[in-house]
């Protein structure tokens, strides 16, 4: 069964070798016999000086050079011209004998010559007994017995040798954590390569560039060798993944070919069977170099058309063009043409370091291999254990000797340094610009507020193109918010009859969209839906209460006025008058007394009709079943009262009975009402219903009941009949 590791374990175990392998580069700098002298090939003076040998620019305090009695080795002003060993072998010293890379030597013959010339210095200064020291100052050479230290102290190491060493780390960490993301996919392996062979070649160049003054001949040359290879593997690992990413090249038969050719350049230089390191070396990493740009252009013309691989090409290509091509153009080839390198090799590895860090950017603003800020975390995460750990080993080592203590300082040290320098690098590397959000609720609520038309469409355009400053936008297609094309594009759909839109490109073009970005778009559409509905509900509440008031104005205040026209009594006007400005501001404040029981409001009704039918000489019939002191809820009592009002009013105004007939039946829960007159009723079926029965209808259906007009010539019978709440009649 096939076991399969996750991304922190992969990663972490790949640190840990990387480090182990770190910690064996450092031992190998460290065991070697020190001096304590800072040898220079030419001296850093303003006037040029001649001079033999190798020029002491200083000496280390503390070291075994520093120790010599009486005025000691003099330093900025001297050369060391020649060392001996306790057994008489003397090794008179050139300016060679500090060639920082021996490749850059014209022959392998040449840098056979140098190899071994380094293992007699190396021998020479492991003579048992100490070494004499031959140095030229003012034109006499004076003789220092020195015995070497065994090991050479961390602190003696340059800058240089960390530059290397943390470049080789860097190159390799970062291929491996987005390898460990991806490990499935050709691309990120052989990025994965590519760091690896980075890390082949920076530490042992970290080595032999950074020493005092020689390293055994065999060392040096297995070095050296290993130095060629992490090279190699460098160009394989990047040629292969041009060929791959972003879009495919060739078919994976041809992944191999770069191997092929490069292992066996790589045998060639091993074997020694060109003319010198130019051929069998330099050519090569030069030919890569060009191979990799001509990737690059052609990438860049398969990618026409797309994006977001041209985005993802404009950032690595640029990345490793400007990275690798920097050390080729400052080391490599002026190595290959005999002129000696630029700057120095520790310094120029640094460029392979922008490859890499533009590898990780690339991840956080354009998503590179479709990673995103998820993966910041994964690697955030490990290199917090990897501090605890260290910390840990580094506390026991040093001061606290109980593994218990050592721990929880350990802890201590990483939540209040690492964890806060975590969060600062996120923003730093991801700098997700948040959008204000109560600047994005205003907007909402003024496109929720505004009248639906072409003004609220364009609030909704706005509010889109504040929240996330895209490219383009465009009227789309969606049914809920999502990422188009890895994160080209943003769907977002327009809630409650507003457009739906498509974003193209992020940020004006700088990134792409991500899963926070389609979070943000379903929470302002939810929002905005929300409040939609919200202002929809609150018109339509308002709508219904312009409609009661509309119809109770029209079934009570009218029949009530009319009643008034028709009294022949000015104090009964009068008095008529005051009760419809009541009810009238009854109506406008749907505040009618909610403790009038049934009996009660029917008794009041019946005679306000009593009195309307009087005036008008017509007989009335009042019936009233099972009314009690049943509480009625409002919107009964005004339909009731409504019903009545109005079939009488226009039993009056258009029937010319002798005699109106009301029933009101209360069975349970069920209010059942009968206005009957003797008049010349009408067709309903020819005649157009009026604003009058238009209201008794609605008024009884919205509480879920029947209506029902009879009329012929006979007379009119309107009846109703609707439920009222149970729970507020009073047993």
Same mark, same amino acid.
């Given at each position: 069964m096939l076991v399969r590791?996750?991304?922190?374990?992969?990663?972490?175990?790949?640190?840990?070798?990387? %480090?182990?392998?770190?910690? %064996?580069? &450092?031992? &190998?700098?460290? +065991?070697?016999?020190?001096? *304590?002298?800072?040898?220079?090939?030419?001296?850093? &003076?303003?006037i040029p000086v001649s001079f033999d040998g190798l020029w002491i620019d200083a000496i280390e305090q503390d070291s075994p050079a520093a120790e010599q009695p009486g005025a000691g080795i003099p330093a900025s002003v001297a050369s060391l011209v020649e060392i001996a060993g306790s057994d008489g072998r003397r090794v008179r010293l050139e300016p060679g004998d500090l060639v920082e890379e021996p490749d850059a030597l014209e022959t392998y013959a040449d840098m056979r010559a140098f190899f071994a010339r380094q293992d007699e210095i190396a021998a020479v200064l492991r003579s048992i007994g100490g070494v004499e020291l !031959? %140095?030229?100052?003012? *034109?006499?050479?004076?003789?220092?017995?020195?015995? #070497?230290?065994?090991?050479?102290?961390?602190?003696s190491l340059p800058v240089a040798f960390w530059m290397q060493i943390g470049v080789g780390l860097a190159g390799f960490w970062i291929g491996a954590w987005i390898w460990a993301l991806r490990r499935g996919e050709w691309a990120t392996r052989f990025l994965l390569v590519a760091g690896a062979g980075l890390m082949i070649s920076a530490f042992p160049a970290a080595v032999y560039s950074t020493r005092e003054l020689a390293l055994p001949g065999g060392l040096f040359r297995v070095l050296s060798t290993f130095n060629h290879i992490g090279a190699l593997t460098f160009g394989v690992g990047m040629i292969g993944l041009f060929l791959v990413y972003p879009r495919r090249l060739v078919s994976p038969r041809?992944?191999?070919?770069?191997?092929v050719v490069l292992g066996a350049w790589q045998i060639v230089d091993i074997r020694q069977l060109a003319g010198g390191p130019g051929l069998g070396f330099h050519l090569a990493v030069v030919l890569a170099m060009l191979t990799i740009v001509i990737l690059v252009a052609i990438q860049f013309k398969v990618t026409r058309g797309h994006p977001r691989d041209r985005a993802a090409l404009a950032w690595l290509g640029l990345a490793v063009i400007v990275g690798a091509g920097g050390f080729v153009v400052t080391v490599i080839a002026p190595n290959a043409l005999g002129i000696g390198a630029v700057v120095s090799q520790g310094e120029a590895f640094l460029f392979f370091l922008l490859v890499y860090v533009g590898v990780a950017l690339g991840v956080a603003r354009y998503r590179l291999f479709q990673l995103d800020e998820w993966a910041f975390r994964i690697l955030f995460y490990v290199v917090g254990v990897l501090l605890l750990l260290a910390l840990d080993a580094i506390l026991i080592v040093t001061i606290v000797d109980e593994r218990a203590p050592a721990f929880a300082l350990s802890l201590l040290i990483v939540a209040l340094a690492w964890l806060p320098l975590r969060d600062m690098l996120a923003r730093l590397v991801l700098r997700r610009a948040e959008p204000a959000r109560g600047n994005l609720f205003r907007q909402v609520m003024d496109v929720a507020l505004t009248p639906p038309g072409r003004d609220q469409q364009a609030r909704w355009r706005a509010l889109l193109e =504040?929240?996330?400053r895209p490219l383009s936008i465009a009227p789309g297609k969606a049914e809920a918010p999502a990422l188009i094309d890895d994160g080209l594009a943003?769907? %977002? #759909?327009? #809630?409650? !009859?507003? #457009?739906?839109?498509?974003? +193209?490109?992020?940020?004006? *073009?700088?990134?792409?969209?991500? &899963?926070? =970005?389609?979070?943000l778009a379903a929470e302002l559409t939810a929002m905005l839906a929300n409040a939609l509905e919200s202002r929809e509900a609150y018109e339509k509440g308002v709508a219904e209460e312009r409609e009661r008031i509309a119809r109770d104005i029209h079934d009570n205040i009218g029949v009530q006025l009319m009643g008034a026209l028709h009294s022949p009594g000015l104090a009964r006007k009068d008095m008529m008058i005051r009760e419809t400005l009541t009810d009238l501001r009854d109506i406008i404040n749907n505040a009618s007394n909610p403790d009038l029981s049934f009996d009660e409001m029917l008794a009041d009704l019946r005679s306000q009709i009593s009195e309307h039918l009087f005036a008008a000489g017509v007989k009335m019939k009042w019936t009233v079943e099972n009314a009690g002191s049943a509480i009625l809820p409002l919107t009964a009592a005004h339909t009731v009262r409504s019903v009545v009002r109005e079939a009488v009013q226009n039993a009056l105004k258009h029937g010319q009975p002798e005699t109106i007939s009301v029933t009101v039946r209360l069975e349970g829960d069920i209010i059942k009402l009968s206005v009957t007159d003797d008049g010349a009723g009408f067709d309903p079926g020819s005649v157009q219903a009026g604003n009058g029965l238009a209201n008794m209808q609605a008024r009884v259906t919205s509480l879920g009941g029947r209506f029902n007009v009879a009329s012929g010539a006979g007379g009119t019978r309107i009846e109703a009949e609707f439920a009222i709440d149970v729970a507020r009649i009073a047993q």
């Open positions: 590791f996750t991304p922190n374990v992969l990663l972490s175990t790949a640190i840990a070798l990387s %480090v182990a392998l770190a910690a %064996v580069m &450092l031992g &190998l700098a460290m +065991d070697q016999r020190w001096l *304590g002298l800072k040898l220079a090939a030419e001296p850093r &003076l303003a !031959g %140095v030229a100052f003012l *034109g006499q050479t004076q003789t220092y017995s020195v015995s #070497p230290g065994r090991q050479r102290p961390v602190s041809w992944l191999a070919v770069p191997t =504040d929240a996330f943003l769907a %977002v #759909p327009g #809630p409650r !009859g507003l #457009p739906d839109y498509r974003l +193209d490109y992020a940020g004006g *073009g700088r990134k792409l969209f991500s &899963l926070r =970005d389609a979070e």
